[in-house]
């Protein structure tokens, strides 16, 4: 699985909504390992999953209603679909609530629903734009390990994540961005060095130009509280 990391995120989204074929691009080629694609608006329509950060829902419909729906439209409503839709359904404990309307689910429910008909449509490439934002730590964790054992068994993720510590732990290579830039690009292992946990947090900031925020972060925090005890 590959992470982008970036401070600047417009420019990192709609490149993410070309690749999903959401968004026409005025120029450049799309590679799928390393080939360019005869009909892309076909392919991505069939083999991509993207699940923005901010879900976008038909809030008419209940959450079955809506899975089933953009499993149909993908052409996957066969009964490996069913099975898939109602274990991640249950792993992330919204199977008590897929008969409702979706307008009157909490935001993290409705990202749940987002992430679930992504999941469950069985993409060959899954696109996740920050869409971890808005779930509870229990969810996170199940989101994880499923796209963990997606990419085990060949399938391709793209992770677009502020979150550097989940970064960290689930991608195999990252690419950092400054700008709309990339500034670096690589295989976590070879990244990481001597193993220490934490170390692209500290790796983002340097490339960035923020390697002595953390510094600057503890002077503040020390003068903001432990200075009124001195």
Do not use: W
């Amino acid at each position: 699985m590959e992470g982008i990391l970036g401070p600047n995120g417009s420019g990192k989204t709609t490149a993410l909504r070309i690749m999903a074929g959401i968004v026409k691009m005025d120029s450049g080629t799309i590679m799928i390992d390393g080939k360019e694609v005869e009909d892309y608006k076909k392919f991505s329509s069939t083999s991509i999953s993207y699940v923005p950060e901010v879900p976008v829902l038909y809030e008419t419909l209940t959450g079955d209603e809506y899975c089933d729906t953009y499993a149909k439209v993908r052409k996957d409503s066969d009964t490996d679909y069913y099975k898939r839709k109602e274990r991640i359904a249950d792993a992330l404990s919204i199977s008590g609530v897929m008969g409702k309307p979706i307008g009157t689910l909490s935001f993290g429910t409705k990202q749940k629903i987002s992430i679930l008909s992504a999941l469950a449509s069985d993409p060959q490439i899954l696109i996740l734009d920050e869409s971890l934002n808005g779930l509870d730590p229990a969810s996170i964790i199940v989101v994880k390990e499923v796209i963990k054992e997606m990419t085990s068994t060949g399938h391709f993720v793209i992770f677009s994540t502020h979150l550097l510590d989940i970064a960290e732990i689930v991608c195999q290579r990252v690419q950092i961005l400054n700008k709309g830039k990339r500034v670096l690009e690589g295989n976590m292992d070879d990244l990481q060095g001597d193993g220490e946990s934490g170390f692209l947090e500290k790796l983002f900031l340097n490339i960035t130009g923020n390697g002595d925020l953390i510094d600057r972060a503890r002077r503040v925090g020390d003068y903001l509280f432990r200075s009124k005890d001195s």
